[in-house]
């Protein structure tokens, strides 16, 4: 059984957030038809690729059939609306005010279609002072204080190392779009749902907001240390090998004081709680480092390990798709795609009777019009024409 079974998602979107919001709908079993421009999405000549076909797409776009339409024609329009029409939701990440001027205001739409939810994403928000500004991950991390806390303390801000503001906004908005599904239930009507990355990058401040307006403290960049407690952070073994290490909580700090050999420190007044021992964090790091600085990386885990204190190896990448729990867990997949496997990330949610599953690859460029547009009830000369004056 597919848990969104007989849900239509029509994806007007593009790059990351999008497309990923309607990949995690098609994963769970909705039928998502990707609309794309008879040039294809921008994207599908980013690289890294394989035989110029962009990684980049296809790990955004599978579970879903493709077609393009040139949606400035008025036949483009036409398939809009009859697609409109089937629809269950319809996700859009154009600069706000375009559906609009495409004549699909989500007032129109409800016409067309009241039980159809629309999930509009944009950069800043819908409406507003900056709402005609282009809105990146990037520009967001930038602009939101997310990348001035990122980085060394006396160096320069940095991004993080994928694109989270993205990645958190498509799960936002296809939490928001399930409970569209299940308000519909109660009232029969679709509604419009609308994020933004901005919205996304403040969600991601979480405890900063109060900090900073209530107590008028402005964090900064603190590197691997902790914003609440010490010892915590990244530290070099006897090969130069990093680890992490956390020993937050009370118990564990004095645990790891004994095995550094300094039992002495739980009682010096610069470490004896918690709020006193993160003022004087990189005091106790450096107690930290010395007993780390002796051992290899084996014997640190091995040790902290028995004694129930968090600690790993700073992985790369490549390192840490190599472990057994990664596999077994299931989350790196093979999906195909234009006669190829290629190995992605898997869905992070598993469901004891309806799982996710993969139903196919990301769809090649137009893959899926005559079978879409047939579905439609454009016939098969219709479609033909289509083609021949650029309407897909």
């Given at each position: ?204 401040l979480i405890d900063i907001i109060p900090e900073d307006l209530l107590l008028g403290k402005h964090r900064n960049r603190i590197g691997n240390l902790d914003k609440c407690t010490a010892p ?161």
């Amino acid at each position: 059984m597919k848990v969104l079974e007989g849900i239509r998602v029509i994806d007007l979107s593009r790059y990351i957030s999008g497309p990923n919001c309607a990949e995690l709908l098609g994963d769970l079993g909705a039928d998502v038809i990707k609309v794309e421009s008879p040039a294809g999405e921008p994207v599908r000549e980013y690289e890294p690729a394989i035989d110029g076909e962009s990684f980049y797409y296809m790990v955004f776009n599978r579970n879903k059939r493709g077609i393009t339409v040139n949606t400035r024609s008025d036949k483009g329009k036409e398939i809009l609306r009859k697609l409109f029409e089937t629809a269950d939701i319809v996700v859009e990440n154009y600069k706000p005010g375009t559906m609009d001027k495409m004549g699909f205001s989500f007032e129109e739409l409800q016409k067309i279609n009241p039980r159809l939810t629309l999930v509009s994403i944009s950069g800043f928000g819908q409406e507003g002072p900056m709402s005609r500004l282009p809105g990146f991950d990037a520009i967001l991390q930038a602009k939101s204080g997310l990348m001035s806390l990122t980085g060394d303390p006396d160096g320069e801000p940095y991004l993080m190392g994928t694109f989270a503001i993205d990645y958190a906004t498509s799960i936002y908005c296809a939490y928001g779009a399930l409970a569209a599904l299940l308000a519909r239930e109660k009232t029969g009507k679709g509604q419009h749902i609308e994020s933004s990355l901005m919205d996304t990058a403040i969600s991601l401040l979480i405890d900063i907001i109060p900090e900073d307006l209530l107590l008028g403290k402005h964090r900064n960049r603190i590197g691997n240390l902790d914003k609440c407690t010490a010892p915590v952070g990244c530290f070099k073994d006897i090969d130069g090998e990093y680890l992490y290490i956390i020993a937050a909580p009370q118990n564990h700090w004095e645990l790891l004081a004994n095995i550094i050999g300094h039992p002495e420190l739980i009682e010096d007044p610069r470490f004896k709680t918690v709020p006193i021992r993160h003022e004087h964090a990189k005091e106790v790091n450096a107690y930290v480092q010395e007993w780390v600085g002796q051992h290899d990386c084996e014997e640190v885990i091995d040790t902290l390990n028995k004694a129930g204190i968090p600690v790993t190896k700073v992985l790369s990448v490549h390192e840490f798709l190599q472990l057994d729990q990664v596999r077994y867990n299931n989350q790196i997949i093979n999906v195909p795609y234009n006669g190829r496997d290629i190995p992605m990330q898997g869905h992070p949610i598993k469901f004891s009777d309806t799982p996710s599953k993969v139903y196919r690859g990301a769809p090649t460029l137009g893959e899926h019009n005559n079978e879409v547009l047939s579905g439609l009830g454009f016939s098969e000369e219709e479609i033909a024409l289509m083609k021949e004056e650029g309407a897909i």
